[in-house]
């Protein structure tokens, strides 16, 4: 007997009330819902909030707060690896620029 009964599958649209399939489903990376998949009107645009109807429903469950905490941890731990990524490429392009790289790797040699 499967473990998940039938009334804990849930079943969504395959299209928003445009009657068009919307993509998907999406991932909402806000700080309130990170990583969370949800399904939209196809013509929703996050940056302008612009949408052609009112269409939207999580597909999964709401996570609980310490996955909430984890996760945003990690986003902005993952944001400050990235920025100290980009200045060691600034900074090695610079050395590159004056040479200073090329008489690094041969004194190394």
Not at 20 to 42: H, Q, S, V
Not at 64 to 70: R, S, T, V
Request: hydrophobic letters at 35%.
């Amino acid at each position: 007997m499967s473990s998940h009964s039938h009334s804990s599958l849930r079943r969504f649209r395959t299209t928003c009330d445009c009657g068009i399939p919307y993509d998907g489903p999406l991932k909402a990376w806000t700080m309130e819902n990170p990583g969370r998949e949800f399904i939209t009107c196809k013509f929703y645009d996050y940056a302008t909030g612009r949408r052609g109807c009112k269409f939207f429903e999580w597909v999964d469950e709401g996570i609980l707060y310490w996955q909430k905490d984890i996760t945003n941890q990690l986003l902005l731990e993952k944001k400050i690896f990235q920025s100290q990524i980009d200045l060691l490429k600034r900074e090695i392009s610079r050395h590159e620029e004056d040479g200073v790289v090329e008489v690094l790797m041969l004194t190394a040699m």
